[in-house]
């Protein structure tokens, strides 16, 4: 996994000595990892394939630096391409350094047609989400709709009994449009659920991870058992609560 060298001579001398930060970046990074790998532990690894699902679109070198950069990283575009969205990143956020690839017209040899191409690529600045002005109070758009505000009663019912159980739960701002997430004795419910029957739905569904995604009775499963058990538990006492609810658009959560 080296960076392209094709495009050195096409970088001005700052953009050269961060080309060779990042390249000295993804190489520790991918030692590191392997001296993990080698030593029979995989938790980096499989950290490095939990990042992979929100940056799939990256290419395994920019995977790596954004992780390295900004570990806690939900989504990430450029200063002018957030300003496109509506966005303004923050005064004093930091830039989180990707190889962009460097685009040029050129005439096809051959059919005389002017196509673009990619001349190599060079260091370019992003930014995530969570530096976006605004962010905490207006969250980007998510996939999962707001349903009816009618749960408030059940919602704090049963997040007095399962506090009740021991567990610690607590509201805050969840990053990146995620709703819940559970440890093996903590459950975060994201304070930028619009309505109390998704945070209901959302709280049940992370204690049916606490109760069926840690320790010996996780074992052999993969996530995406893990996610359909703890929907489809999750509607079962949903159901048994009186929700008329049939079923959520998008479960985003993490169990950790
Ligand atoms: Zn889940």
């Known amino acids: 996994m080296t960076a392209p060298a094709q495009s050195e001579t096409l970088l001005s001398p700052r953009q050269q000595e961060h080309a060779a930060e990042m390249r000295q970046l993804v190489q520790s990074a991918i030692t590191d990892l392997a001296r993990q790998i080698g030593a029979g532990h995989t938790d980096g690894y499989l950290d490095m394939l939990a990042f992979y699902r929100k940056f799939w679109r990256y290419s395994a070198r920019n995977l790596v630096l954004i992780k390295c950069q900004q570990p806690d990283a939900t989504r990430v575009a450029g200063y002018h391409t957030w300003q496109k969205l509506g966005r303004q990143v923050a005064k004093g956020?930091?830039?989180?350094?990707?190889?962009?690839p460097i685009i040029a017209r050129q005439r096809d040899p051959e059919t005389g047609a002017l196509e673009e191409a990619c001349l190599g690529f060079r260091p370019g600045s992003v930014f995530d989400a969570a530096d976006l002005e605004g962010i905490e109070t207006d969250p980007l758009p998510s996939l999962w709709r707001p349903l009816p505000d009618d749960c408030e009663d059940a919602y704090w019912h049963v997040l007095r009994a399962i506090g009740?159980?021991?567990?610690?739960?607590?509201?805050?701002?969840?990053?990146?449009?995620?709703?819940?997430?559970?440890?093996?004795?903590?459950?975060?419910?994201?304070?930028?659920?619009?309505d109390s029957r998704n945070r209901l739905a959302t709280l049940l569904h992370e204690y049916a991870h606490v109760l069926a995604h840690f320790g010996p009775v996780a074992q052999g499963k993969d996530e995406r058992q893990c996610e359909l058990e703890a929907e489809s538990d999750c509607y079962v006492a949903l159901q048994h609560l009186g929700s008329t609810t049939r079923s959520r658009a998008i479960t985003c959560c993490t169990t950790t």
Request: aromatic letters at 6%; one cysteine or more.
């Open 93 to 100: 956020s930091t830039a989180i350094w990707i190889w962009c």
């Open 164 to 194: 009740d159980t021991g567990l610690a739960i607590t509201e805050q701002a969840l990053p990146g449009g995620l709703q819940g997430k559970a440890t093996v004795d903590t459950i975060v419910v994201s304070t930028t659920i619009p």
